[in-house]
């Protein structure tokens, strides 16, 4: 029988994450964070100290494990990662290490993968679009750009990091003009996707609105 797949795809913020762990728990799915698996290889680029920007330096892609645990933790060779990749430092990194062919094409099987294996809640940039074009509900997440620093700004202050919010904004445009102007599966929103804006609603009303899509669709 068919694994059942949900595409979560839009900008760095609009709630994509927030709101697919919470629709995997309703649905009873797995929660893939494809971001995370970006941000873990950017860990490992930057530890290395290669020149990110060099295609040929990312030979270590091959020997590299990247982990999802169940509870959400992700390991890197075994090695756990999950408050470190979180940092500006990954965050400012990531969309050079993701526009990498080598790196892209490790994770994006990676990702089909469990998706054939498993129901599955999947979010990132490129879901809808390129790793799951079949995927049975697809969502894209937005909100403005001021709401969507705000949240950063406000989850930082939750943990105790203080940050400033001009920069944060800053940050974002930037992250999302690289992400969306890649060459290689740029973020985009997929032609057959559900365009939902978050800007003015809580993390309730969203859950609520695409459990009633999905509930309709599957
Ligand atoms: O979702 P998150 O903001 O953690 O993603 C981090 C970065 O990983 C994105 O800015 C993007 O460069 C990259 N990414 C990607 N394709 C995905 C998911 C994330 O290129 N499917």
Do not use: W
Request: aromatic share 6%; proline share 1%.
């Amino acid at each position: 029988e068919k694994n059942i797949s949900i595409a979560v795809d839009g900008p760095a913020g609009a709630g994509k994450s927030t709101i697919s762990k919470l629709l995997a728990k309703q649905l009873e799915f797995i929660y893939i964070d494809t971001g995370a698996m970006y941000r873990a290889i950017t860990y490992k680029a930057l530890k290395l100290g290669i020149d990110t920007q060099d295609e040929t330096m990312y030979e270590f892609i091959d020997d590299t494990s990247i982990t999802l645990t169940k509870d959400n933790r992700v390991l890197v060779d075994e090695h756990e990662v999950t408050e470190e990749i979180r940092s500006t430092e990954i965050s400012n990194n990531v969309s050079i290490v993701s526009s990498i062919k080598t790196v892209r094409e490790k994770l994006v099987s990676l990702q089909r993968n469990i998706a054939e294996k498993n129901h599955v809640v999947m979010d990132g940039r490129d879901i809808g679009t390129n790793v799951l074009p079949n995927a049975d509900v697809k969502f894209y997440l937005n909100a403005s750009v001021d709401v969507r620093a705000k949240r950063r700004y406000l989850e930082n202050s939750k943990k105790g990091i203080e940050s400033n919010f001009e920069q944060i904004k800053q940050d974002i445009i930037k992250r999302d003009y690289l992400d969306s102007t890649r060459e290689l599966n740029p973020l985009r929103k997929a032609d057959d996707a559900i365009e939902v804006d978050t800007s003015a609603l809580s993390i309730d009303e969203v859950v609520n609105k695409l459990i009633v899509i999905i509930k309709r669709k599957v």
